[in-house]
């Protein structure tokens, strides 16, 4: 089903599944694989489906197609929540069955979720294969890496392309530019479907015993962003296309019905973009190489304290709080002793080049005093050793210098110069809703809220820094734990009528 007029249309399902990307399609392929006829909602068009994941490469933490990576669990519990009650903490080390309704809502990554997370990812990735999908070591735009990363041929889109195709080959409806407005509820209030609206504006209800949100977080809604983020949210854009269709509806649905949050509300995914480009994810991911200067030409970070995949994200939260929004890379012509630093530029903009700092500091309107100052002194800071491009070497700045370089740290003395501006990229909001290991959206008091579900990004996971590469994966070990549970929830109800 495509873009037809809605009106007065009601049909009855076994699930509804609000959303098309990789969480969506995981939760709606394994549904209809357990006998259910399923309904996807999609607000893209058919050429623009599959939310972020159609555009991200898609890679997974995972040393193997059967196993995570080594740090897997590790940085999830390093990064589980902040200033957490000790005894709360205590307590969620039991078995789950005991947890007190605090614990079961409480705003952290509980371990529950995060070992059948891990448990179920190497699940996740034979099931995806069985529908045409490759995984393979690819290269990706990290010359250096802390951790061990796979990821599909083909990136995201073929996840999409594969899962959509079968969807539809078996049955599935598909309902494009349609979103989600509000609930159905049954006689005993459980959720029975939601009231959508589709292209001609009109509202519809779809039917069902369970109803799956995978419907992404609000990284495309400036308004819920001001909210939850604060003013500085009118410098963030979504890191790629799909991004600006999520629009929080899912997530206000289910808070307004009395889904518990989960997940940091006030954070994201940060990636450095080029603002120039238009491309899916134009990151800027060679800056360890150079120095970071704001508007007035100052540096304000340590640009390579580790490797550049550990320390993206919270190096470009800094960038978004300089002023404006917005910084610059700068390097010089030692760039070139970097083997293959392209490849961590996806930008299709060329840099800035220039001939003298002064030159350069007039194409970036910096302030070329502070932009000759900042780099004098830089270079003056710049000790001796042996650089190494592929690999953390302690070529750091001297003992007083501030901010310190601990790693990387040449002079920029060398003509011709050049830079990237960079913007923070919103990739995908934190805040989302809090479930168990099925999928079930629990409400405040930690109970299931009847005929509810959610994976992906509506569910809210991360806290502090998020442990890379495994927001894709996590759509589809959750959209098939969501997906199995509501199939099995419809098919209950189905014996419930006969």
Known sequence: MSETDSKNKSRDYDVVVVGCGIAGLSAAVTAMQAGARVAILERAPLEDRGGNTRWTEAMMRMKSESEV?????????????????????????????????????????????????????????????????????????????????????????????????????????????????EFLRDEDGAIAGVRATGPDGLPFALRAPATVLACGGFEGNPEMLTQYLGPRARYLRPVARGGYYNKGEGLRMALSAGAAPSGDFGQFHAEPLDPRSGAPEPIVLVFNYGVLVNKR???????????????????????????????????????????????????????????????????????????????????????????????????????????????????????PYMAYPIICGNCFTFGGLKVNTRGQVLNTDGDPIPGLYAAGETVGLYYGTYTGATSVLRGAVFGRLSGAAAASQASQARQRRR
């Open 297 to 415: 030409g100052e540096r304000f970070i340590d640009e390579a304290p580790a490797t550049v995949d550990a320390t993206y994200e919270s190096i470009t939260r800094v960038i978004h709080e300089q002023p404006d929004g917005i910084a610059w890379a700068v390097f010089d012509a030692r760039i070139d002793d970097v083997p293959n630093w392209r490849s961590c530029v996806r930008s299709d903009q060329p840099p800035v080049r220039a001939g003298s700092v002064a030159e350069l500091a007039a194409a970036l309107d910096v302030d070329p005093a502070g932009l000759r100052a900042t780099l004098d002194a830089y270079n003056g800071a710049c000790g001796d050793g042996a650089f190494d491009p592929l690999r953390t070497d302690g070529l750091a700045t001297r003992e007083g210098y501030r901010p310190r370089k601990s790693n990387w740290a040449r002079p920029i003395d060398r003509a």
């Open 69 to 181: 990576a080594d740090d897997f669990e590790s940085h999830f519990a390093e990064n589980a929540g902040h200033y957490l009650d000790p005894e709360l903490v205590s307590e969620a080390a039991g078995a789950y069955e005991n947890w007190s309704s605090i614990v079961k809502v409480l705003g952290f990554a509980d371990p529950e979720l995060i070992s059948t997370f891990a448990d179920n990812a190497g699940k996740a990735i034979a099931w995806l294969k069985t529908f045409g999908v490759r995984f393979d070591f690819l290269p990706g735009y990290f010359i250096t890496t802390c951790t061990s990363r796979m990821g599909p041929v083909g990136g995201g889109l073929a996840l999409v392309e594969a899962l959509a195709a079968w969807a539809e080959k078996n049955g599935a409806d598909f309902f494009y530019r349609t979103t989600a407005r």
